[in-house]
């Protein structure tokens, strides 16, 4: 499966690394005064929403450019993917937000379940990250995955 190439269905990357990305999308392309994107292509991925019907999820969905926004709403503003098994990046531009949670395991093979686990998990992020503007803030890196600054070898 990491050998596979399925664009739409098997990203292999570690949640920092997906929430960089992301975070990079949500501050105009930058992160701690390095550009990784620029500005043009920032401002083509936010793309314009609109809700079509989707004939896998069977609900109406905005995709644009392989990210989609949620389809009810403004309870979740932003864009990013939800994968199955609830694996996710997601960015909100206005806010300046943005976030990743992937799992080394499929938890659960339906997708309104994915979809409800994240709603919740996203609602408590943009409760801390308000806070965190309020009051400042301290990076704490004990915690997660180990990470490296460097490149390493990646799969396949």
Same mark, same amino acid.
């Given at each position: ?28 392309? #930058?992160? /701690?005064?390095?550009?990784?994107? $620029?500005? #043009? ?11 079509? &019907? ?9 995709? !644009?450019?392989?990210? !989609? $926004? ?7 503003? =932003?864009? =990013?993917?939800?994968?199955?098994? =609830? ?5 909100? &531009? ?5 976030? *990743? ?12 379940? /994915?979809? *409800? ?5 996203? *609602? ?5 990250? #308000?806070? *965190?503007?309020? !009051? ?9 995955? &180990?990470? $490296?600054?460097? &490149? ?5």
């Amino acid at each position: 499966m990491l050998d596979a190439e399925i664009p739409a269905a098997n990203g292999v990357v570690t949640a920092r690394a997906l929430a960089k990305m992301y975070g990079a999308i949500a501050n105009g392309g #930058e992160i /701690d005064g390095t550009r990784f994107l $620029s500005r #043009e292509l920032v401002a083509g991925l936010t793309g314009e929403r609109r809700l079509r &019907p989707d004939r896998n999820l069977f609900v109406p969905m905005a995709f !644009h450019l392989g990210y !989609h $926004s949620f389809p009810i709403g403004n309870l979740m503003p =932003g864009f =990013g993917h939800i994968g199955m098994g =609830g694996s996710v990046g997601w960015t909100d &531009p206005a806010t300046g937000v943005a976030f *990743a949670l992937v799992h080394n395991r499929l938890l659960t093979p339906l997708v309104a379940t /994915d979809h *409800a686990g994240f709603v919740a998990v996203y *609602a408590l992020i943009r409760q801390a990250a #308000e806070k *965190a503007r309020k !009051h400042g803030y301290q990076p704490v890196t004990g915690f997660g995955a &180990p990470y $490296s600054p460097e &490149p390493g070898a990646v799969a396949g």
